[in-house]
């Protein structure tokens, strides 16, 4: 009995998904974009780090909001601050980490 050539399996070639992607990034700039956002920095914007000394609780209750609105203790510090009538600049609202400078 004749074998049919599309039933021989040892003739079938899958493509190799890892060399096709390495082909595609050979002659690519290897250096992804950044989409961080970019914020322009004040020259008065160096930071320094303080001990602040706080009731257990309020480190609970700053902790809470903090998770809450996804944003590090700082920045909701910055914003209570600046809700007292402090005059905080937005450009120090943000998430450094978030930011590459």
Known sequence: MKKSAALELD???LPDRFADAERAFEGADKKLPNISPQIP???????????????HYVWELLRDESYRSRDPQN??????LKALGLEIREEDLVDLRKVRL
């Open 11 to 13: 003739e079938v070639v």
């Open 41 to 55: 920095r004040h020259p008065d914007a160096d930071r320094r780090s303080s001990s602040v000394s706080l009731p």
């Open 75 to 80: 920045v909701v510090i910055l914003r209570g």
